[in-house]
């Protein structure tokens, strides 16, 4: 059986159950859709809310408040996925063993509904900034990634996130305390600060993959992340059995 998670999806006590492999593929979907959306939707940031925010503040000091409407939009997206992908994980915790995977189904849907818009509307090309198209498709993408935050997989003692501030600074953090630690304290912080630094490696390649995808492919891209998350919903569903 798999270890009961509290309402807001966090870890009780015992073991760490969530598959490493799933946390590292979807770290690796979140730098693919941030790809995603820089390249097609005017160097838009669709799981990278501190960009679009530092580029919405920047357009607002130059006074250019259109700009500052289209980076500030994916923010309000975000936002709302993330609730929305809150709430359900909530109302799941107590009927189901790893309410992550449907959490993690609506992120692989809202990104097919991604590569279906685009090849309808856009006909998988990068949408003219400000059309509808543009902002349907915005609206998904970062939904998705809204959503994925919510799934909360832990990995390496923290959240993976769309963001990666945080990953590095623990990283950081480790390799400090293993240049004191001797013996199995240093390999321990060691092989730690592997699995930080593995976490931002997969967001890093996700980035490169899905990005040069997006320029040979255009929106038709999107399918590689929702592949990820499938994968990863696999990978939990399978640890579900195991456990």
Same mark, same amino acid.
């Given at each position: 059986?798999?270890?009961?998670?509290? &309402?807001?999806?966090? !870890?009780?006590?015992? /073991?760490?159950?969530?598959? /490493?492999?799933?946390?590292?593929?979807?770290?690796?979907?979140? #730098? #693919? $859709?941030?790809?995603?959306?820089?390249?097609?939707?005017?160097?838009?940031?669709?799981?990278?809310?501190?960009?679009?925010?530092?580029?919405?503040?920047?357009?607002?000091?130059?006074?250019?408040?259109?700009?500052?409407?289209?980076?500030?939009?994916?923010?309000?997206?975000? $936002?709302?996925?993330?609730?929305?992908?809150?709430?359900?994980?909530?109302?799941?915790?107590?009927?189901?063993?790893?309410?992550?995977?449907?959490?993690?189904?609506?992120?692989?849907?809202?990104?097919?509904?991604?590569?279906?818009?685009?090849?309808?509307?856009?006909?998988?090309? &990068?949408? /003219? &900034?400000?059309?509808?198209?543009?902002?349907?498709?915005?609206?998904?993408?970062?939904?998705?990634? +809204?959503?994925?935050?919510?799934?909360?997989?832990?990995?390496? #003692?923290?959240?993976?996130?769309?963001?990666?501030? +945080?990953?590095?600074?623990?990283?950081?953090?480790?390799?400090?305390?293993?240049?004191?630690?001797?013996? &199995? +304290?240093?390999?321990?912080?060691?092989?730690?600060?592997?699995?930080?630094?593995?976490?931002?490696?997969?967001?890093?390649?996700?980035?490169?993959? $899905?990005?040069?995808?997006?320029?040979?492919?255009?929106?038709?891209?999107?399918?590689? /992340?929702?592949?990820?998350?499938?994968?990863?919903?696999?990978?939990?569903? !399978?640890?579900?059995?195991?456990?």
């Amino acid at each position: 059986m798999s270890q009961p998670v509290k &309402p807001d999806g966090a !870890r009780t006590e015992g /073991p760490d159950p969530d598959p /490493p492999a799933s946390a590292i593929t979807l770290s690796a979907v979140g #730098g #693919g $859709v941030d790809g995603l959306g820089y390249v097609l939707l005017d160097s838009l940031f669709t799981a990278h809310i501190t960009g679009n925010t530092v580029k919405t503040g920047i357009d607002i000091a130059l006074l250019n408040l259109p700009r500052a409407f289209v980076n500030a939009f994916p923010i309000a997206i975000f $936002v709302f996925g993330a609730f929305a992908g809150a709430l359900l994980r909530n109302a799941l915790a107590h009927r189901l063993p790893r309410p992550r995977v449907v959490v993690l189904a609506t992120s692989v849907v809202l990104l097919a509904a991604f590569v279906a818009a685009g090849a309808l509307l856009a006909a998988n090309a &990068p949408p /003219p &900034p400000g059309t509808a198209a543009f902002y349907l498709l915005a609206t998904l993408a970062t939904a998705s990634m +809204g959503v994925q935050n919510a799934a909360k997989p832990m990995f390496a #003692g923290r959240p993976v996130r769309t963001f990666m501030t +945080g990953t590095m600074t623990d990283f950081a953090e480790s390799l400090a305390a293993s240049t004191t630690a001797q013996g &199995p +304290g240093r390999r321990s912080q060691l092989h730690h600060a592997w699995l930080l630094f593995s976490v931002w490696l997969a967001y890093l390649l996700g980035g490169a993959a $899905v990005g040069a995808a997006a320029l040979r492919h255009g929106t038709a891209a999107a399918i590689l /992340p929702a592949c990820g998350v499938a994968l990863s919903i696999a990978l939990e569903l !399978r640890a579900g059995r195991a456990t």
